[in-house]
């Protein structure tokens, strides 16, 4: 068998191959690890102007947010890609359609959104971004 044969099959047969046998895509976007979020375990109020929200970092995969009356919560499932010098692009969907991407830069406590509706319609707004504990 060559060596190309078994790292093609290597998955389907169960064996391992190191990370450098593997083709990397170079247009893969890396996802940051818990020890690479700054804002896991923290809280931040987020302010848009008309919109506010308070987002609990619960980990590098889950977040929180809550409107500031309390009433619209909900944890979603997020994903993070760390641009560097404390700036992180941060992904989630709420519900079918609608799509969330924040770009936050938590050294100098600015917020940029960008929603995507299910109705096709699409918000941009960029806001302050302040630590709560």
């Known amino acids: 068998m060559t060596a190309i ?7 389907l047969l169960g064996i391992s191959t190191p990370a450098s046998a593997q083709a990397a895509d170079p247009h893969a976007v890396p996802v940051a690890a818990d ?12 302010d848009f102007g008309d919109q506010k929200f308070r987002l609990d970092f619960k980990s590098s995969r889950q977040m929180v947010f809550t409107s500031p009356d309390g009433k ?11 641009i560097g010098n404390e700036v992180y692009m941060i992904y989630w969907s709420r519900r079918p359609g609608q799509y969330v991407v924040h770009v936050d830069d938590f050294k100098n406590g600015v917020a940029y959104t960008n929603i995507f509706l299910p109705d096709g319609k ?3 707004a960029r806001g302050t971004l302040v630590e709560i504990k």
């Open 35 to 46: 020890s690479e979020f700054v804002a896991v375990g923290k809280s931040y109020n987020v």
């Open 122 to 124: 699409s918000t941009r």
């Open 72 to 82: 619209n919560t909900a944890a979603v499932d997020i994903t993070v890609t760390s």
């Open 5 to 11: 044969t078994l790292l093609t099959l290597a998955p």
